[in-house]
């Protein structure tokens, strides 16, 4: 019995300590989020939500091992989205799924909270690049893993090296959005569906 109540304890802290983690990744995405990366410390994060530096140096090792938590965070959240999008689609309205992902990435990566627009700074390039990186590998599996094993089901996938196209689409997508953000939305589905060779979808008009 006293082995049981030990055990519970245990599994009690671990997932107290998880929370606590938690709550300074939340507190340190909120901070990037209203004043910027290069404008909040760790002090400012501890001081959110009244915790000591020593308890955050107990979870991350400094400030850059927390930016990489809050950068997952923000891949979790876009994960998210691409799982509604893809629980949304419409079966054989190819046009509407290439339409509502463009419109997911714009969305999903170039909000203009402070922290996004730091990111897209010359100051945090290598960041960015790592953050964008990140996002193409997570979306590439995830899309993998599901969209293309249902259109598979129902159409010949007339590519090869399924991951390596997608991580690619996706990293040139996001790259010229960034650089063309005035692009329309009708060009942009009709690279993604040229490259994957989709069967049955009609090019627009633009």
Not at 26 to 32: I, K, P, S, T, V
Not at 68 to 75: F, G, K, N, P, R
Not at 93 to 104: E, M, R
């Amino acid at each position: 019995m006293a082995k049981r109540e030990h055990s519970d304890r245990r599994v009690e802290g671990v997932a107290k300590g998880d929370e606590r983690r938690q709550e300074i990744i939340e507190a340190a995405r909120e901070l990037y989020e209203q004043q910027g990366l290069s404008h909040t410390s760790i002090m400012d994060v501890t001081a959110r939500i009244g915790v000591t530096r020593t308890l955050f140096y107990h979870y991350f090792s400094d400030k850059d091992a927390l930016t990489s938590a809050v950068l997952d965070a923000y891949i979790d959240d876009f994960v998210e989205a691409l799982t509604h999008w893809n629980e949304g689609r419409r079966e054989g309205d190819i046009d509407h799924a290439l339409c509502t992902i463009v419109k997911l990435l714009r969305i999903g990566l170039f909000e203009k909270d402070s922290f996004r627009v730091a990111l897209a700074s010359r100051e945090n390039a290598a960041l960015y690049l790592e953050f964008v990186n990140r996002v193409a590998d997570h979306a590439a599996r995830y899309i993998i893993d599901t969209t293309v094993r249902d259109y598979a089901a129902l159409h010949e996938v007339r590519i090869e090296h399924l991951y390596e196209t997608f991580y690619v689409l996706i990293l040139g997508v996001i790259g010229y959005l960034r650089q063309h953000p005035d692009a329309d939305d009708a060009v942009i589905a009709d690279v993604i569906a040229q490259t994957l060779h989709i069967e049955g979808y009609e090019k627009r008009e633009v």
